[in-house]
Structure formats: structure tokens, C-alpha cells
């Protein structure tokens, strides 16, 4: 067998006949080409090989640890998906190949579409969305151009205040006010305040299921009820997706629409500024508004058409970051539908398995069981959450959400994902013990830690927004 390397270019140059092998010439005016060469420093191999190698090293992921990021459930990414992924026929082609040249790729992600469909129990599919944020906002404008189709100016769109921070955020940008609705003693939406806030003005409720608290709102279906009854329609959260995928889909629930976050349920990789994919689904009175080219299917061939009379239009450039779907089919495919339950059902076991075992100065705010992630408060201990999550980082234990959900004074937020074996668990375990007994002898050394890194304090507010991102350039 050939390796994966070994394929023909799918897009090969055809200089006889542009059209049928390459994209249109660059019609990209002269006084924007550059006029010298870009000024790049000029390094041996090997010391660039070196500066890469010891970042590797000196980055935290999946492969290197317990990776407790509550509410982004950072699971393994398999390999084979990445072999799959950088195949010729998907990173070497080009959206505006003819058709006959990107019948592969369609099929891929007809089935992609399908699968997810019936994942969510909602008949259509977009792929378009580059981010899960991304596709919140694709939900929402499509929830606001067809209330506009029927005559309606809803201006509100409701969250709980235990939301994602992107819920409010995306409802802004897609024109809408937010309005919040409170939890109740019980850490899921409090039903009265939900019948009191909604009216005649509601666009939509952005809700997760299981909420960010890691908790399932049982009282679903009468949500579902109260926000249809005032006309609007219910949005489903993807991000919480991984304990319920394969088990109970949302549309089952109630949803109309749903966001999906590939990179936290399917195994794509996640983080690093992208490319992402936030493939959004549809109920059957929305599929018409969802954005363009769609990925039809017309005898028994899959396309991507721009005939659409009530599409919300073009939200990006060409086509779906493909690479991406790719590596999401790919762990689909090879988990099976029963796999896929089997992995949400295994991230409630080891969720529920940690927070079990954890000293009782780390126990959940609320109740258990939870679902795939669980809230303590550090608001008792002699430190805070960010001096724990510090100290983790020392036991090769990548800290939990700090300071998230708002409504948990001094919160961590707990997600192990199935991805954990059973030894890892017990090895989280021992670290929070350690971590306990530590802080109550001296918690003034806290503010030491992490000890074990190259920097262990920084400014995180202003790395993030004035990064040094340029290479050092030596005389």
C-alpha cells in the first residue's frame, strides 16, 4: 500500500485551458504587489528545528496530560484523523475547481452533513460556520430573518446568567438586546423568571444542555413550552454537546437550532486561533434562512448550489474549512453510533468518579450527579482558585476554568472528558489532596507557584493583548 503522501495533486495546472484546472488569474491592481522582498531573518535549519522543539516542549495539550478545561472538554484528538486529514485530495484542492473534480470532497462532507443531522435530530445542515462562535451567530441571524419574514421585529434574545460568555456576546452582534434570566436554588433556569421574561419581544432563548454548572436541565420540555408559547424559539449551546451525543439529541428536546463545537464533541483539534468549523443545524422552518452555497444533493450526486429565495446569504469565502470536517467524519466513522454514546457516557462516569473522590473542601457547589463537568467554589480555602489552578500546573495537570461560571464565587469549573483512564483520575486526585494539605500549612507559598515552569507568573492580561510574536534579531 502507497502512504498517504504518495497520491497525484488532485489540482494540476492546465495552461492550455485555465478554467478546467486552476482558479481565475489575479485580477489584484499592480500598486498592490509588494516592491521588495519580505524581510524574514535568515536562520540555519537547526536552530530553528531547536527554537520549535523547545516550545513543543514548554506547551501543555492532550498529549501531554490531564487536560481539566471545564466547559471546552478537551479530548484526544486521534491520529488517524490528522493522517486522513492531510491527504493531497483535501489540502491541495480548491473551492473553485470544476465540479468533476470535487466529487470526493462533496461526498465527504454529504455524509458529514447526514450524520450530524441526524445527531441533532433536525433535518438540514450548515457546515459553513468557521467557529463555534461563528455559528451562534449564523443561528441567531437566521432566527432573526425569519421572524422578519413573517412580519415580526422580536428584539430580545434571552440567556441564563450561568451562560457562556459568547451567548451574550453573539446576540449583541447579531443586533439583538440581551436579556438574562436567573437560576434557581437548584442551578438550572429558574421557570417563573423564564415565564415572566418572556413576551411578545422574545427572538430566541440561548440555552446548554447540560448548563455550564455541568448540570441537565430536567425541566427541559416545559422550557421548550414556555418559549414556544411566546412564539420564540429555543437555541441549543453545542459546547455541552459530549455527554449527550448519540444518547439524546436535541432536537428531541425541543431545539430549533443548534451550534455545534466540532473541536469539543467530534476529536478536531482546538485552540491555536484556528481554522475551526461550527456547523450549525436546522429545524425544518429555518432551513430555509441557512447561509450559502448549501450542500444539496440532486440525483444522487452532492453539490454546493447558491439558488436560495430566503437565505441570510454568504457569512465567509468559498467553501467549509474543510480539513477540519474531515478530521470530524473521520472519528464519527470510527467510533460508530455506538461509540459516540459510549464516549459521552463514559464522560459522565469519569466526571461524577472525580468529583466523588475529591477532598470535601473541593466538592461541587450542587448536588451530584452532574453530567460531563462539575463547579467547586475555593472561596473557603486560605488561597484562591487561580493560586490552585497555579499550583496544578506543577503536578503536569493542566488547571481547570477559573473564575467561570459567575454565579460560583472563587470557581473552578471541572471537565475530565472520557479521554482520562482511570490511573489519570487518581493521579488529579492525589495532586488536590496535596494541594489542600499545602495550603493549609502555608499559603503564602502560593504565590510562588507554578515553580516548575520557565515563567511562572506572567501578566496574562497584557500577553494577550500586546503579544511579542517577533523573532529576536541578533547583531
Known sequence: MSGINDSPLIFERNTENPAAGEAPPSTLSEELYRARPV???????????RHYHRLSRESFGTDTGPYLLGSCTMKYN??????????????????RQPAGQKRGWLEMLGELHDRLARLNGLPAVSLLPAAGAHGEWVALRTIGDYFRDQGEQRTEVIVPDSAHGTNPASAAVAGFDVVEVDSNERGRVDLDDLRATCNSQTAALMLT??????LFEED??????IVHSA???LYYDGANLNPL????????????????????????PHGGGGPGAGPVAFSEELAPYRPLPRLTKRE????????????????RSFAPNLTVLVRALVYLQRMGEEGVAQAARDSVLTANYLANRLPAEFQPVYPLPCKHEFVVSCADLPVDASDVAKRLIDFEIHPPTVYFPLVVEEALMIEPTESLSLRELDRVVEAFQQILEEAKEDPDQFKNYPETTRISRPDETTAARRP??????ET
Request: charged share 20%; no cysteine; glycine share 12%.
Open 78 to 95: 486521534p491520529r488517524l484523523s490528522e493522517q486522513l486529514a492531510a491527504l493531497p485530495g483535501y489540502t491541495e484542492t480548491h473551492p
Open 245 to 268: 451525543a448519540g444518547r439524546l439529541p436535541p432536537g428531541d428536546m425541543g431545539f430549533d437550532v443548534v451550534h455545534l463545537n466540532l473541536h469539543k464533541t467530534f476529536g478536531t
Open 300 to 315: 444522487g450526486e452532492w453539490m454546493l448550489g447558491e439558488e436560495a429565495e430566503k437565505s441570510i446569504g454568504r457569512i
Open 220 to 225: 427541559i420540555l416545559e422550557i421548550a413550552d
Open 209 to 214: 444542555n447540560p448548563n455550564t454548572l455541568g
Open 39 to 49: 524581510d524574514l531573518p535568515d536562520l540555519p535549519e537547526p536552530r530553528v528545528v
Open 231 to 233: 412564539g420564540a424559539r
Open 468 to 473: 511579542v510574536l517577533n523573532h529576536p534579531v
